[in-house]
């Protein structure tokens, strides 16, 4: 749980722009998270998690597009396949 919570705050620092300092906060917090996978569900989780995020430096900062990315629920979007 103290790793989600440093990714929330990253992703929630300067109003939600992921300037570089936020995203590689947030990238070096996922990266410990993947090598703390211990529940059942964990990793699916996570692996989607890190698919979200790499959409997401995939726009190079486009608002709209980061907006779009950050309002869907990737681990929602794997449960449902």
């Not at 998270?33 to 959409?55: D, H, I, P, S, Y």
């Amino acid at each position: 749980m103290v790793y989600v919570s440093e990714m929330r705050a990253a992703l929630d620092r300067e109003h939600g722009n992921l300037n570089q300092a936020n995203r590689k906060m947030f990238d070096q917090v996922l990266k410990l998270e993947e090598q703390n996978v211990t529940e059942k569900g964990e990793k699916e989780a996570v692996v989607a998690l890190r698919n979200a995020f790499q959409n997401l430096m995939a726009t190079n900062g486009s608002t709209q597009q980061n907006e779009q990315i950050l309002s869907q629920d990737p681990i929602a979007a794997y449960q449902h396949r």
